[in-house]
């Protein structure tokens, strides 16, 4: 079974402070990779994510993941975070063939202070 | 209107008491999930449905059922509740896949408290 680690569970930054969330995940097939952001009281939107092709992926608002195949990694960066990107941070993946069932980590609580 | 629709927001119910959640999807996707969120533990999978006759458990699933109405509604039951069901329960869609690749579209939340 496949398993994601996010090792980060509360980080507190403060603005224009760079940004790193590591996530490692447990499977050796083909995967695809995914961020999604929380934000206080709302639901899940999705931030970024890697399919295949270039392994460094560009979101939205800033935000950029790169895919390490040797590292089973997929670390969240950010280089100049704002009050606004306070949430909470889950990586996901799935396998090809898996049916799309996604395996979220146990997520990361982000604040930015002013 | 949102793409995916859960009721209640919030419910408060008693120990042993039958309740169900409710999602709807104007996505016109054909995958449909239900998740928990509990604080530290991320989001885990509880059941889902890759169309309306093919319903599947995920790794929670115990004490709860699903019932999949149409392509476009979900419903998740507790059986007999009970206070460590007390969570955020989340739906979500996401399209058939050609290739797994496909995120999901995740409804609101509702969250639930089993006193």
């Known amino acids: 079974a496949q398993s994601v680690s996010q090792h980060n569970h509360h980080v507190i930054l403060s603005e224009a402070a760079s940004l790193e969330l590591g996530c490692n995940y447990s499977y050796g097939g083909t995967v695809n990779l995914f961020w999604y952001v929380q934000y206080p009281g709302q639901h899940l939107q999705l931030l970024l994510k890697y399919f295949s092709g270039d392994p460094l992926v560009k979101g939205i608002k800033g935000f950029e993941a790169e895919f390490i195949k040797s590292k089973f990694s997929f670390n969240l960066r950010k280089p100049s975070v704002q009050w606004s990107d306070t949430a909470e941070y889950f990586c996901a993946v799935n396998h090809r063939g898996g049916g799309n069932k996604l395996t979220f980590g146990t997520g990361t609580q982000l604040k930015v202070e002013l | 209107d949102a793409d995916v629709t859960q009721t209640p927001r919030n419910r408060i119910t008693k120990t042993g008491k039958r309740i169900m959640l409710e999602c709807s999807q104007t996505k016109g996707h054909d995958r449909m999930y239900w998740y928990r969120q509990d604080p530290g533990l991320g989001l885990r999978l509880i059941y889902y449905s890759f169309d309306v006759k093919d319903i599947n458990k995920g790794e929670i699933s115990d004490g709860y059922s699903v019932s999949r109405q149409a392509q476009a509604k979900f419903s998740l039951s507790l059986e007999s509740a009970i206070p460590n069901q007390t969570a955020l329960y989340f739906c979500?869609?996401?399209?058939?896949?050609?290739?797994?690749?496909?995120?999901?579209?995740f409804g609101s939340g509702t969250r639930l408290t089993v006193v």
């Open positions: 979500a869609t996401s399209d058939s896949p050609t290739g797994d690749g496909y995120g999901y579209t």
